[in-house]
């Protein structure tokens, strides 16, 4: 079982920032897509940025311009810096993966979460 470890969640006022880390077993070799995805209360879990193994990336339009996405695949780590954070950024932030399985295919995984608060 591959596990994702997430770390940088927090509580941070409204136009602060906060920089979250996910890092992959190191060992594995040509992981997939990584990416964000965050869950707030109530609602539906949704994608907040991916990168690929080439660093193409991709965001969703609520975030874009304020948030980066950024990989370190030597260390399969990817990170999420978030600045000009808002009451509507606050959700738990889910760290995915695709990792490749023994027949080189991507296999969905998942973090645990990290709690990110936006508030005064």
């Known amino acids: 079982q591959v596990q994702l470890v997430e770390s940088g969640g927090g509580l941070v006022q409204p136009g602060g920032s906060l920089k979250l880390s996910c890092a992959a077993p190191?060992?594995?070799?040509?992981?997939?897509?990584m990416a964000w995805y965050r869950r707030a209360s109530g609602k539906r879990r949704e994608m907040v940025a991916v990168?690929?193994?080439?660093?193409?990336?991709r965001y969703a339009t609520s975030v874009k311009g304020r948030f980066t996405i950024s990989r370190d695949n030597a260390k399969n780590t990817i990170y999420l810096q978030m600045n000009s954070l808002t009451p509507e950024d606050t959700a738990v932030y889910l760290c995915?993966?695709?990792?490749?399985?023994?027949?080189?295919?991507?296999?969905?995984?998942w973090g645990q979460g990290t709690q990110v608060s936006v508030s005064s």
């Open positions: 995915y993966a695709g990792i490749p399985d023994r027949h080189q295919l991507p296999t969905d995984y």
């Open positions: 190191e060992n594995i070799r040509n992981v997939y897509d």
């Open positions: 990168i690929g193994r080439g660093g193409t990336t």
